[in-house]
C-alpha cells in the first residue's frame, strides 16, 4: 500500500517568508509525528498527533512554528516568518494504532531559508 | 534524561564481512527500541523493533539484540552487500504509557566497499 508522503520535496524560501509543509499519513494510522533533522544534527521531535487527542507540541522549538492535522489524516506544519536557522530537512511519520508504536517515515522536505 | 549513542560514527568494510553497529542510552526503563536505516536524500526506513521484553529480533541478514540492563542494543549484519551502505539510527521509545517521543542516536554511517 501507499507509505508516507509528504510535499514539498525541496522548498527554498527566503528569510521572513512563511512556508507550508504537508503530511499525508499512512491510511488508518492514529498518530502521526513531525521531526527535524539538521545538518550533523540528530533527529529533533517537533510534534505528535494522536487521534483526536490534544497534540504534544512540546518539541516545537518556537511559537513562529506550528502544526494542523486536518480529520485526522493530512497534517500541515507552518513556520512563520522563517529564520535560516530553520534549514533541515522535516520528516514525517505515522503509526497504526497497535500499541508498537512502530513509525513510517515519508522521505521528508528539505527546507532551505536564503 | 534519556539520551542515545552511537559508536562507531561511520565504518567502512569490504563487501562480504559480518559486522556490528553499537547503541547505547542512560535509561533502561525503555518501552522499546528501534532500528532504521537511512539513505542520502530520503527518509527513514523501519529494519527492527524490539520491545523491552524482548531479547532479539530478526530479519533476513540483520539481527538486533536488545540488554536493557546495561543499557545496550547492537545490530547485526551478515555477509554485508553495497546495498547495505547507508546510516543506520538507533530510537528508544521511554518507559511505558503514552509517551510516544522518540530519543534519537547520531547514527553511525556505513559504508560497504564492492
Known amino acids: 500500500g501507499a507509505g508516507v508522503s509528504q510535499s514539498p520535496s525541496n522548498k527554498v524560501t527566503e528569510k521572513g517568508k512563511d512556508v507550508e509543509l504537508r503530511c499525508d499519513p499512512i491510511s488508518g494510522h492514529t498518530a502521526l509525528y513531525w521531526y527535524r533533522q539538521s545538518l550533523g544534527q540528530g533527529l529533533e521531535f517537533l510534534i505528535y498527533f494522536q487521534g483526536n487527542s490534544a497534540p504534544d507540541k512540546s518539541g516545537l522549538p518556537s511559537d513562529r512554528f506550528s502544526a494542523e492535522r486536518t480529520g485526522g489524516s493530512v497534517s500541515t506544519l507552518t513556520i512563520q516568518r522563517t529564520q535560516q536557522e530553520d534549514s533541515a530537512v522535516y520528516l514525517c511519520?505515522?503509526?497504526?494504532?497497535?500499541?508498537?508504536?512502530?513509525?513510517?517515515f515519508g522521505p521528508g522536505t528539505r527546507l532551505t531559508v536564503t | 534524561k534519556q539520551e542515545v549513542t552511537q559508536i562507531p560514527a561511520a565504518l567502512s568494510v569490504p563487501e562480504g564481512e559480518n559486522l556490528v553497529l553499537n547503541c547505547s542510552f542512560t535509561d533502561s526503563a525503555i518501552y522499546n527500541l528501534q532500528w532504521f536505516r537511512q539513505d542520502p536524500g530520503k527518509g527513514l526506513t523501519s529494519l527492527l523493533l524490539i520491545q523491552s521484553s524482548q531479547r532479539e529480533q530478526t530479519s533476513g541478514r540483520l539481527n538486533a539484540s536488545l540488554d536493557k540492563s546495561s543499557g545496550r542494543s547492537t545490530l547485526y549484519i551478515a555477509a554485508s552487500q553495497p546495498g547495505d551502505s547507508a546510516t543506520y539510527l538507533c530510537a528508544v521509545r521511554p518507559g511505558a504509557g503514552n509517551n510516544r517521543k522518540l530519543i534519537w542516536g547520531l547514527g553511525t554511517s556505513l559504508a560497504v566497499n564492492p
Open positions: 511519520a505515522s503509526s497504526p494504532p497497535s500499541g508498537r508504536n512502530e513509525q513510517y
